[in-house]
């Protein structure tokens, strides 16, 4: 089926096809559980370390050049998170098995739901579609093999293989060469304002739609063209596009 109007489509993963969210509370729940048990904490000493485990996986800078695997160094995010919160990791383990627990039970939960596996199949006979995630390699090629969604998709980018991420242009360049259609043939669906969006409006994509999670905040600066509180709403704006 031709399109007058938009001829491809790229998509971020988390919290955008996947409730990468969802998954981490759910993680952090089990891990919150087996510290209890291993250390007979306080719940306020329990939500801490688990804060501080968000917090650093927040500010994760990963240099593969420094000597160690990205579960390795998330494993040490934990195990420093209760040192910091107790004074001690009294089980040298202990900070590796709640990276492991951490990873299995997000991993196991980062499914795609039937509706959107329908409405991916149904546009990939309309539209050209790509996947367009950051983050470290082995991290979202696992998310990409464990929500089966390479299926879905012409093309997978991973952001952690490129020389730069979004929102720089460049990557979107690659992506648009990949498709093989210009800036104006393509539109990017997304959850994050600073990268998906911001990305798409200095590429000078035919529009960004922007996926509003309940917590997130609008912004004076970065202005999606379109806002939808579900991927699912996608066909009402390329409805309007086309």
């Not at 390699?137 to 998709?153: A, D, G, I, P, Y």
């Amino acid at each position: 089926m031709e399109t007058k109007g938009v001829k491809a489509i790229i998509f971020d993963l988390d919290n955008t096809l996947i409730d990468t969210s969802g998954a981490g509370v759910v993680a952090l729940q089990k891990v919150g559980e087996l510290l209890k048990s291993s250390l007979s904490l306080d719940d306020a000493s329990i939500e801490t370390i688990c804060n501080r485990f968000k917090q650093k996986l927040y500010n994760e800078v990963f240099n593969p050049a420094m000597g160690k695997n990205i579960d390795q160094v998330r494993s040490l995010h934990w195990e420093e998170s209760i040192q910091e919160t107790v004074g001690s990791c009294p089980n040298e383990s202990l900070g590796s098995d709640c990276y492991k627990l951490w990873k299995s039970t997000r991993l196991q939960l980062l499914t795609m739901s039937p509706e959107v596996q329908a409405l991916l199949k149904d546009l990939r006979t309309k539209y050209k579609l790509l996947l367009l995630t950051n983050g470290e390699t082995q991290t979202q090629r696992e998310k990409v093999e464990v929500s089966n969604c390479e299926e879905f998709f012409d093309e997978v980018v991973v952001g952690g293989e490129q020389v730069e991420q979004k929102p720089s242009v460049s990557i979107f360049r690659l992506c648009l060469e990949m498709l093989g259609v210009e800036a104006h043939d393509c539109i990017i669906v997304g959850d994050s304002l600073d990268t998906d969006i911001q990305g798409g409006l200095k590429a000078h994509l035919k529009a960004t739609v922007w996926i509003k999670r309940a917590e997130a905040n609008e912004s004076n600066v970065i202005k999606p063209h379109y806002t939808v509180a579900n991927v699912l709403e996608l066909p009402q704006v390329l409805a309007h596009l086309n």
